[in-house]
């Protein structure tokens, strides 16, 4: 994924058990909150998920990144 601020990568694990999620995690080289959301089908896959400005801002450097699970 993509920090939406610095536009640094970075990976994080999420846990799609519990079904659709979002939640803030900061960016371990710039610190600004990172808001993931997550998409989970019916059958617990992951369709996706964002990763996106907590403050609803767009992100002045690249686009949010979206990434899907390979089926």
Do not use: K
């Not at 536009?7 to 999620?21: Q, R």
């Not at 909150?33 to 690249?62: K, M, Q, S, Y």
């Amino acid at each position: 994924m993509q920090c939406p601020f610095c536009g640094e990568s970075f990976e994080t694990a999420v846990d799609p058990s519990a079904g659709s999620f979002r939640y803030v995690e900061d960016c371990q080289v710039c610190c600004q909150p990172i808001e993931l959301t997550g998409e989970v089908d019916e059958d617990g896959a992951l369709l996706g998920v964002t990763a996106g400005r907590d403050d609803g801002a767009f992100a002045t450097g690249p686009a949010p990144a979206r990434w899907h699970t390979a089926n």
